[in-house]
């Protein structure tokens, strides 16, 4: 079983939909969590983050940790063309630079207008 | 512009044949790192440097050398490249080596091919 598992769509759905792009994980040690988003031909960027169990929310993002389930969600309302892109989770067990990031394989997201 | 640049942005080259990849960032960073994106594999980290003259080993090291010698850039070197490594290659940076992962910069990409 790999550390991090992450369904690679593409997942494609209609403007303004409610989208939903999940991870889950089997080492149980993690404690950091966080979600990138990804644009064709370019670096990855840093959405969200949040430690430990809970949700945390920024606009229109929504980032949930089920510790217990070993399984992160990222919820994003209202979706628009522009957040067309790839979705990777990743997460440590510490924040330190000496620990691996683990990411997963990335989620292909298509928002049609 | 605060920004992590790396070039080239695509290369094609030969087995066997040195090259190097530049990194370079302008926002003060103490953390710098190199990862490689490959199909069905995700992120891998390659190396890591916590300040300069500081590297280590990330995931997948072999093939690969990095050097500190300034904090502003953080150079990847492939001594005798092979076709194994082509892939999409990204330097990313962090302000702090304790808190990394809070915000990490990613440069905009090297795709790297070997023949």
């Known amino acids: 079983q790999k550390e991090v598992e992450q369904d690679p769509g593409p997942l494609s759905v209609p403007e303004g939909a409610i989208v939903s792009l999940n991870c889950t994980y089997s080492?149980?040690?993690?404690?950091?969590f966080m979600w990138y988003r990804q644009y064709s031909r370019k670096g990855p960027e840093l959405l969200m983050y949040t430690y430990s169990s809970g949700n945390k929310e920024d606009g229109r993002f929504t980032a949930q940790v089920d510790k217990s389930s070993k399984y992160i969600s990222l919820f994003i309302r209202d979706s628009q063309p522009s957040d067309s892109a790839t979705y990777l989770c990743a997460m440590s067990v510490r924040m330190v630079g000496n620990t691996p990031l683990v990411f997963g394989k990335g989620t292909r997201l298509s928002v049609i207008a | 512009e605060a920004q992590v640049t790396q070039n080239p942005r695509y290369l094609i080259t030969v087995t066997g044949k040195k090259l190097t990849v530049t990194c370079s960032q302008n926002m003060n960073h103490e953390y710098m790192s190199w990862y490689r994106q490959d199909p069905g594999l995700g992120l891998r980290q390659i190396y890591y440097?916590?300040?300069?003259?500081?590297?280590d080993k990330g995931d997948v090291p072999e093939g690969y050398k990095v050097s500190r010698k300034e904090k502003r850039n953080f150079p990847l070197i492939l001594e005798s490249p092979s076709p194994n490594q082509t892939s999409l290659y990204f330097c990313?940076?962090?302000?702090?080596?304790?808190?990394?992962?809070?915000?990490?910069?990613f440069g905009p990409g090297t795709r790297l091919t070997v023949t």
């Open positions: 990313a940076s962090s302000l702090s080596p304790s808190d990394v992962f809070y915000e990490q910069y």
């Open positions: 080492n149980s040690a993690f404690q950091y």
């Open positions: 440097s916590m300040n300069v003259e500081v590297t």
